[in-house]
């Protein structure tokens, strides 16, 4: 085999070595699904922190914010370019990435509130493309949702502008915002689903680098900082965590060579771009958003040291900070943080009395892309290590505290609802389905009506897999969780919510602005791309039948389709061989719970996944 390429497969039985020069030294089988081809040296480059991006001159852009003029400021001007680059995430080694201005993690665009944002996206790439800001208020045409819809995504050679208002949810009568609802921590990213194709291609896009954060501050988050309560930018460390694969050449690895792809699993963890990283830190409190922007893995946060002060979930500021625990079906663990794909944890970390080394770590094993085994080691996978300055204390520290107020919250009350939706998601025939149903952007399965909160029950199906789901343009309010508890940081708001294994969660929702088309979908980004994704519309009133809150709603249960035809061709390395998953039932056997600590297993000696 030309390549070299280090693969073996833990999961399945029928997989094997196939490698010509296999070095199991490094390895165990149980704790890893797929080995890179070079393996890096842990903590020799230091964390980057993506650029912030540049205002361009005004254009005449071709989008609307879908709101009078009069009550937004005067627009910000950006244009990105996505396209190939080169990116050293193993250290001395150049990899081929695509990314947003060729980097990754892309720029970060930050933005004001009611200060609206118009970016140009172009595409300089061989593949078809386009992006979601994730977590954001926006209009439908420039949500990038499904992007099969209307036709909106950008091919090669061309650009599409987006427009966003950057408002909180409002009134629509009169354009009073909510500030319970203003974001805080988004992250744009590709989400294109190819209609010659009828399949995504987010996930090959995300995990070769189109991926970037965008901030929005108003004024209660700004005089929060001003006020010396939060950390300023220059203490605000937005931190992508993404699990890559290389082959023997430094290449990225993405092959869907069968189409029973769970879900793609690296096993060298790129921070902001770079395998393990050092990033020195001066003694005191930092704020880190922490982004699990993996196709398919679950992480799990815990500190060497310390603990996390917990003070935004996903895209919003919490009521108050808490200290955060990580809850599967096997438990509860206290300060450690459990991240599904796109979830954000937004935390203060003190510095201020640390050892000189304080270790971020991966505690989480995950071989394979259906779930996490809950399996948990001791002390876990470095992520980070900080190293911390010599020397006091910092003076005039920030004063965040659990008794700090944050972002006020408002909570859906029951009697509000009127309309009961439920969705299950579930594994069928090979691929992912949502009500038994593949994503068709053609077919609306939810019109709820603007300004009416609804209540979703939305369930996993089954079969021993995860799925973490994400509903565009709104929060939703997790009320009830079947089959774990749920943490103090997700009482409030998230945009996704984690339906491990037989887990059923109640949620509340309320659209309030935007008409038209948007998206659910599990963010396993493998499942979201085949195909276990829905559109629903926002309608107004007037448009919307009379809902009925006894009837569970949803489109009668269509045509199963069997034979989703193969991706387009995508430049990356491979192979990957066998194990992706071909010939699995639906169903799976293998338990979890476990927690192991390994007296080999420190910080230093892990590289990639477990001990
Ligand atoms: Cu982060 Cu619809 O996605
Ligand atoms: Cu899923």
């Known amino acids: 085999m030309a390549l ?13 070595a196939i490698a010509d020069e296999a070095d ?4 165990r089988e149980e704790d890893i699904g797929l080995v890179s081809g070079i393996q890096p040296k842990p903590f020799t480059a230091e964390m980057p922190v993506a650029q912030v991006a540049q205002q361009v001159a005004p254009f005449s852009p071709q989008c609307s914010m879908e709101v009078p003029d009069s009550i937004l400021g005067t627009p910000e001007f950006f244009e990105i370019r996505m396209k190939r680059g080169k990116s050293q995430i193993l250290p001395g080694v150049d990899t081929e990435i695509i990314g947003f201005d060729g980097t990754f993690p892309g720029p970060t665009i930050k933005a004001r509130a009611n200060i609206p944002t118009i970016v140009r996206f172009w595409n300089d790439l061989d593949v078809v493309t386009i992006v979601h800001n994730h977590g954001g208020h926006q209009p439908a045409p420039s949500d990038g949702a499904a992007s099969v819809i209307e036709g909106r995504l950008i091919r090669p050679g061309s650009f599409r502008d987006f427009c966003y208002p950057n408002l909180g949810d409002f009134d629509p009568a009169t354009f009073q915002q909510d500030v319970a609802e203003f974001p805080s921590t988004q992250w744009y990213h590709d989400h294109a689903h190819v209609p010659e194709v009828d399949k995504g291609i987010t996930g090959h896009n995300v995990y070769m680098g189109l991926a970037g954060f965008y901030l929005v501050k108003d004024a209660l988050e700004q005089n929060l900082v001003d006020s010396n309560v939060l950390p300023k930018d220059e203490y605000d460390i937005p931190v992508v965590i993404q699990d890559k694969l290389f082959d023997t050449n430094g290449r990225l690895i993405f092959d869907e060579a069968d189409n029973q792809f769970n ?13 393990q990283p050092v990033f020195h830190v001066e003694r005191r409190k930092y704020r880190f958003r922490f982004l699990n922007g993996s196709t398919a893995r679950f992480i799990q946060l815990a500190l060497s040291h310390g603990k996390f002060l917990q003070i935004g979930t996903d895209t919003w500021l919490l009521p108050h900070p808490v200290e955060p625990t990580a809850s599967d079906n096997d438990g509860t663990r206290p300060n450690e943080i459990r991240l599904a794909p796109a979830n954000r944890a937004d935390v203060i970390i003190d510095f201020s009395t640390a050892p000189r080394e304080v270790f971020l770590n991966n505690v989480l094993t995950h071989t394979t892309g259906r779930r996490p085994e809950n399996k948990i080691v001791l002390p876990g996978v470095g992520l980070i290590k900080f190293i911390v300055a010599d020397g006091p204390p910092v003076e005039n520290d920030v004063t965040v505290s659990t008794a700090t107020p944050l972002r006020p919250h408002n909570a859906i009350s ?6 009961v939706r439920e969705f299950v998601f579930k594994r069928n025939k090979g691929h992912w389905t949502v009500n038994g149903q593949f994503f068709d952007h053609g077919r609306i399965d939810a019109d709820p009506i603007a300004g009416e909160p609804e209540q979703w029950n939305l369930i996993n199906g089954g079969g021993g897999w995860a799925h973490p789901i994400h509903i565009h343009d709104d929060a939703h309010q997790i009320v009830s969780m079947k089959g774990r508890n749920l943490d103090p940081q997700d009482r409030f708001k998230v945009d996704t919510v984690r339906l491990e294994s037989g887990n059923e969660a109640v949620i509340r929702i309320a659209f309030r602005n935007f008409l038209g088309p948007f998206v659910m979908h599990c963010h396993n980004l493998e499942h979201e791309d085949m195909a276990m994704m829905i559109r629903f519309d926002i309608v107004e009133k007037s448009l919307g039948g009379e809902a009925d809150a006894s009837e569970v709603q949803f489109g009668a249960p269509g045509e199963k389709r069997t034979d989703l035809p193969p991706l387009l061709p995508i430049t990356t390395a491979g192979p990957l061989g066998p194990g992706s998953g071909l010939g699995e039932s639906d169903a799976d056997p293998t338990p979890g719970g476990q927690v192991i600590t390994g007296e080999e297993a420190t910080q230093e000696t892990i590289q990639g996944l477990a001990p």
């Not at 199991?24 to 390895?27: A, D, E, I, K, Q």
Request: proline share 0%; hydrophobic share 55%.
């Open 4 to 16: 070299g390429l280090l693969i073996t497969i833990s999961m399945f039985a029928a997989g094997s």
């Open 24 to 27: 199991f030294s490094n390895f």
């Open 263 to 275: 879900g793609l699993l690296g096993d060298v963890f790129a921070v902001n771009g770079k395998a």
């Open 414 to 419: 029951a009697d509000l609802i009127k309309t």
